[in-house]
């Protein structure tokens, strides 16, 4: 069961958060300040972090600047009402592994979380993904569905590397945007809908086990049988 250390200053939120990651299979511990956070984080094991940019006592981006120095690796969610890009890009140097802005679905944090303990346990000398039949040469750049090789355009390639690396898992459309495209998501955009429907098209052919599947209202997933 995965720990997961939550550090938020507001006790409503902090329980919203636990109370998510318990349904979810996850075991968490609160911490309200930076100092005990930090203490917390720096004494004892966790597979995650989540963690408020705006904490009394020791500032947020201070306290992943401490974890960072001491070797910690641990993976770290921040949580911020701070939505300018350039607080994100702090938070981001500072040490921090994603950054989710605040309201938020507490559904969406633990899908974030997923994807962090995913992509930590994945190894760095990893040279292909395989997901069912599909798979995806991480050197050559190159996908093969069956026997059928598959050309995609760079972005396309990023798109569905991510989606492989997460295949069984909810991929919010904030999620994507933020992750492949490395910007700050605009809900009005349909970039996301228009890629996802084109690569949908060059790996789901005719009569192939569809793959790519939409979660409506949700976002998308890349089955994994």
């Known amino acids: 069961m995965p720990r997961i250390l939550v550090i938020e200053d507001d006790p409503a939120t902090a329980d919203e958060i636990a109370a998510c990651l318990t349904a979810s299979g996850f075991e968490s511990l609160k911490r309200f300040d930076g100092p005990t956070g930090l203490e917390a984080a720096m004494s004892e094991r966790f597979d995650a972090i989540t ?13 992943i600047k401490a974890l960072r120095d001491a070797g910690s690796e641990a993976p770290v969610l921040m949580v911020s009402a701070l939505s300018d890009v350039d607080d994100r890009v702090d938070g981001l140097r500072a040490g921090g592994d994603d950054y989710l802005i605040k309201p938020f679905s507490p559904k969406e944090l633990v899908a974030r979380l997923e994807v962090l303990l995913r992509r930590r346990r994945t190894s760095g000398a990893e040279v292909r993904l395989r997901v069912a039949d599909l798979e995806l040469d991480l050197v050559k750049h190159e996908a093969i569905r069956g026997e059928r090789r598959i050309e995609l355009l760079p972005m396309e390639f990023q798109l569905l590397e991510f989606m492989m690396r997460n295949a069984g898992q909810l991929l ?36 192939l086990l569809p793959l790519i599947r939409t979660e409506r209202g949700q976002g998308y997933m890349l089955y994994a049988p």
Do not use: A, Q
Request: glycine share 12%; proline share 6%.
């Open 51 to 63: 963690l408020d940019r705006m904490l009394p006592g020791l500032d947020g981006l201070d306290l």
């Open 172 to 207: 919010t459309r904030r999620m994507i945007f933020e992750k492949v495209w490395e910007y700050y998501f605009d809900p009005g955009t349909n970039l996301i809908n228009v890629h996802v429907g084109k690569l949908r098209r060059k790996i789901d052919g005719p009569g």
